[in-house]
């Protein structure tokens, strides 16, 4: 029980952090040396500038098609781990040992624990390939060397380490759901001595009686 309970909060932390991850426009962040007053923000769906005022400015991208194919990518994986992981936690939901559904079916219930267990796996795996990628690719434009250096470089954004715990979370969080729908598997309930006790005894009550019944008839 203390597993379940601990994987399926790794798996909402994980969720919702992939959630925010997803919307949020701090995939990568633009200092300009020109003006150090702004700072350029790109995330998966629109641009922002923010001002030393603190008004922030957001563009959303023209295209689909126009994007780097690693956004393209970004957006679909990362729309497929959300959706991934609420059906993970709907079904881990259902398997878990607290919850009344299918409670005269445990079979069904290590059913669902096992495939949300699954399911949550495979939402980390999903957060983690397009962080991970843009990542690359940033590290791999900032160290360019055929960029000159007055270029300014787009950096690591917030939201880069963000969806990196939300893989981790969702992964390790499966895996704990998935490993105790296991063990439970393997556990064999065994059953008490005690209920033949009284059928045993009503037999031997029986064998007494037949010989006072007798002297009785006698």
């Known amino acids: 029980a203390k597993a379940q309970g601990g994987g399926m909060l ?6 919702i952090s992939s ?8 995939w990568k962040n633009l200092n300009l040396d020109l003006n150090e007053l702004e700072v ?35 957006r679909l994986l990362m729309c497929l781990s959300n959706g991934l992981g609420l059906l993970g936690c709907l079904l881990t939901a259902l398997g878990l040992e607290g919850w009344r559904t299918c409670e005269d079916k445990p079979g069904r ?14 939402a980390g795996i999903t957060t983690l390939v397009p962080v991970s990628w843009v990542a690359y690719n940033t590290v791999l434009d900032f160290w360019d060397e055929t960029v000159p250096d007055i270029v300014p470089r787009w950096e690591f954004g917030e939201a880069t380490f963000l969806g ?8 390790a969080g499966g895996l704990l759901l998935a490993c105790s729908a296991r063990s439970t598997t393997t556990a064999t309930p065994l059953a008490p001595a005690c209920r033949r006790a009284p059928a045993a005894r009503g037999l031997a009550g029986g064998h007494h009686l037949h010989p006072k019944n007798a002297d009785l008839v006698i």
């Open 19 to 26: 959630c925010v991850t997803t919307f949020v426009p701090l």
């Open 164 to 171: 990196w715990f939300a893989g981790a979370f969702l992964a």
């Open 109 to 122: 219930k290590r059913q669902l624990l096992l495939g949300g267990g699954v399911t949550l796996g495979m």
């Open 10 to 15: 790794l798996a909402l932390l994980g969720w």
């Open 40 to 74: 350029w923000n790109m995330g998966l769906w629109q641009v922002c500038i923010t001002q030393e005022e603190g008004v922030v400015e957001c563009q959303a991208h023209g295209s689909f098609l126009a994007l780097p194919p690693e956004l393209r990518i970004s």
